[in-house]
């Protein structure tokens, strides 16, 4: 498909106005995007008609593809009958009072509240400032301090970015007052002879050690994802998070989940903390909210949370101009209901899940390149090495992963590189031939910079 504007028009007036993330601008520009231009299903094409298997989700949040007349039925219908109202007022609308009702029917009943953003990275945002109201209202305001990980992320703006641990990050200006980090629980780039349950308790006792550092009277919460997302698709040993659990209980830190990317199914429960078998005080939730079709995050409280707030916090002075926006919300609804009804999560945890699983192990298990692979149900990480057995990673792999990452363009799908490692999480629609179209052309990119690499 190709529209009625040249590709090199479009890519010089995008250089004209757009700053992009994450990239060098001025090479970007000297190379020139591409243009995409359509969606259906796992599959884009850009304005030359080429085709590829977006492997990633967009970023990580279509979870029902491109090209779902449901979802957007929903928004044209709601643009006609009220395309826009506020929160503020004393007002509200049957939209967002609907939405939070089917919620919280998929969420753990321990949880009751929402207050809606725009984004991942402003529900991060919220939550620094709900948690310290909360402790504010118990007669604790010291409690201000937030715990994090390093190569954890958590957005891009201010104190979304302070929450993270990217530290290239904050070296353009993003750290803030009364933020600290803890290692990730990254077993495969550890040094020493440690069993991965061993290391799991090692990396979660950092929490303790550094709660008993700060002070346990001021420390307000431990933020983190269920597995790290754009750090790697990293997963924790199974002993991780029963241990910071127990942590984050024994000095009445409040724990919150970043389930921005993990959440609506992508592990094959509803939420990935599920999946770990932990429980939350906190949800931070976005992408799969509306499966990327218009914007929509927000902060899911538990009912202790929530109850101190309204019982006993009087005013909030907090809001947002579009939060629990109409719209959003009624392609929300859509896309909750699709996701429940037609057994999407199911599926991805009893059938298409530990397909790609199965499939990953099977053809890339032996890889040259390859020293380990990690996920679960639509959600996956290759681990690049030069010695599986010693766990000696490449002294070069940004490199190495970066050209995977090009040649993977080249050959017709799109996944991610991360540091080290090669990921994806294909649509929660993906078909068992989507899914084979996913492995096969990551393989052909992997063997072409094996050979390029010499590893082949």
């Given amino acids: 498909m190709t529209t009625s504007r040249e590709t090199r028009d479009y890519q010089a007036a995008d250089a004209a106005h757009h700053i992009h993330a994450f990239v060098d ?31 990633m989700s967009g970023l990580w949040c279509t979870n029902l593809g491109y090209g779902r007349k449901d979802l957007n039925a929903a928004a044209s219908r709601q643009l006609e009958q009220l395309p826009y109202y506020n929160m503020f007022f004393h007002t509200t609308h049957p939209q967002v009072i609907e939405l939070s009702e089917l919620l919280f029917s998929l969420l753990p ?145 409040l724990l919150c989940a970043d389930e921005v990317i993990g959440g609506f199914g992508r592990t094959g429960e509803w939420f990935a903390h599920e999946y770990f078998g932990f429980e939350p005080d906190t949800l931070s939730i976005a992408k799969g909210l509306t499966s990327g079709y218009i914007p929509m995050g927000g902060l899911i409280l538990s009912k202790k949370m929530a109850d101190v707030l309204v019982e006993q916090g009087g005013v909030f002075a907090h809001g947002l101009t579009y939060s629990g926006h109409p719209v959003a919300a009624a392609v929300a609804i859509a896309n909750l209901k699709a996701l429940r009804d037609e057994g999407v999560v199911t599926r991805v945890k009893d059938d298409i899940g530990p397909y790609l699983q199965q499939c990953l192990r099977e053809v890339f298990g032996n890889h040259p390149l390859v020293g380990d692979i990690q996920g679960t149900g639509m959600v996956a990480a290759l681990q690049l090495a030069e010695d599986k057995a010693t766990r000696k990673r490449f002294a070069n792999e940004n490199d190495i992963a970066w050209r995977c990452r090009t040649i993977g363009f080249e050959e017709g799908v799109i996944i991610r590189s991360t540091l080290g490692r090669m990921i994806m999480a294909p649509a929660l629609i993906a078909s068992r031939e989507e899914i084979d179209e996913l492995v096969g052309k990551t393989l052909k990119a992997l063997d072409r910079t094996a050979q390029e690499y010499g590893r082949l």
Avoid at 38 to 51: E, F, I, K, V
Avoid at 111 to 133: F, K, Q
Wanted: with cysteine; glycine share 12%.
């Fill in 109 to 253: 009943g321990h949880y009751s509240h929402a207050i809606y953003t725009n984004s991942g990275s402003e529900a991060n945002e919220v939550l620094i400032r709900t948690v310290r109201r909360y402790w504010q209202v118990l007669g604790k305001p010291e409690k201000k301090i937030m715990i994090g990980r390093w190569n954890g992320y958590h957005g891009s703006t201010l104190a979304a970015t302070a929450l993270g641990g990217m530290k290239f990050m904050h070296e353009m200006g993003g750290m803030i007052p009364d933020i600290a980090h803890i290692d990730e629980p990254y077993f495969f780039a550890h040094e020493g002879n440690l069993t991965p349950a061993e290391f799991g308790l090692r990396a979660a006792q950092q929490l303790e050690a550094k709660i008993l550092e700060l002070g346990a009277d001021k420390v307000a919460g431990f933020i983190a994802e269920p597995f790290q997302g754009a750090g790697g698709m990293i997963f924790p040993p199974e002993s991780y998070w029963p241990e910071i659990q127990r942590i984050c209980r024994k000095y009445d830190v």
């Fill in 25 to 55: 601008q001025k090479a970007l520009n000297d190379e020139g995007p591409r243009v995409m231009v359509r969606g259906d299903r796992l599959h884009l094409w850009d304005n030359d008609g080429r085709r590829y298997l977006d492997g």
